[in-house]
């Protein structure tokens, strides 16, 4: 699956060269909820979601249906309090990804639909607090894949309204030595506006 995408955006590179435009096409922005992220044992830990979500991008045409993005994402976080630790403590954690993929448009007569997937490299930034005495790490990632799915609704020439669902890899987090292995991905849903700029 890396290597299929890889390949396509190499092989994209071609197309941007030939036609001697590096602009961006279009710009895209977004909010969502991701519905919380990662699992844990709630017999020892509180845990409460900020499942708000959101993103911004720019989009580059390869073909009349095809583009490549890059966004940068917002997935929200989580608060963690673990009550048999002595004393007990609170880890926040926040997520944010740049992304870059591939996008396919598939047109009908009313509603269009799309397949896009890429390349994520996530950040996550964590403020550790027991007693009065927070303190905040960050945590950066290798590349990681997503992939995800819409629908595209026609507002005008310029405008698209769109849905979509998309499912990012998490790479392992470490705290304090430790990796927090329940972080492994984020679904996100989501609903924005696409704008173009000609």
């Known amino acids: 699956m890396k290597k299929l995408l890889l390949t396509l955006l ?9 036609a001697n435009d ?13 519905g919380g992220i990662g699992s844990g044992d709630r017999r020892t830990i509180a845990r409460t979601f900020d499942s708000s979500s959101s993103f911004i991008g ?19 976080g989580r ?14 954690t926040k ?28 950040s996550k930034n964590f403020t550790y607090s027991s007693g009065n005495q927070p303190y905040g790490h960050s945590d950066s990632s290798d590349i990681k894949g997503y992939f995800g799915i819409g629908f595209l609704y026609p507002l005008s020439e310029q405008f698209n309204l769109f849905l979509d669902y998309t499912q990012t890899e998490l790479s392992a987090a470490m705290i304090h030595g430790n990796s927090n292995s329940d972080l492994t991905e984020v679904s996100n849903t989501s609903l924005g506006i696409t704008y173009r700029f000609n």
């Open 58 to 76: 720019l989009g580059f045409d390869i073909s009349p249906n095809s583009s490549i993005q890059l966004s940068y994402n917002d997935f929200g």
């Open 10 to 18: 190499l092989s994209s590179s071609y197309t941007f060269s030939e």
């Open 79 to 92: 608060s963690d309090t673990v009550y048999t630790a002595v004393p007990a403590y609170t880890l926040k």
């Open 22 to 34: 590096f602009l961006p096409d279009y710009f895209f922005i977004g909010i969502g909820d991701t």
């Open 95 to 122: 997520i944010t990804a740049f992304q870059l993929g591939f996008t396919q448009v598939v047109p009908t007569d009313s509603i269009n639909y799309y397949f896009r997937g890429g390349f994520s490299k996530d």
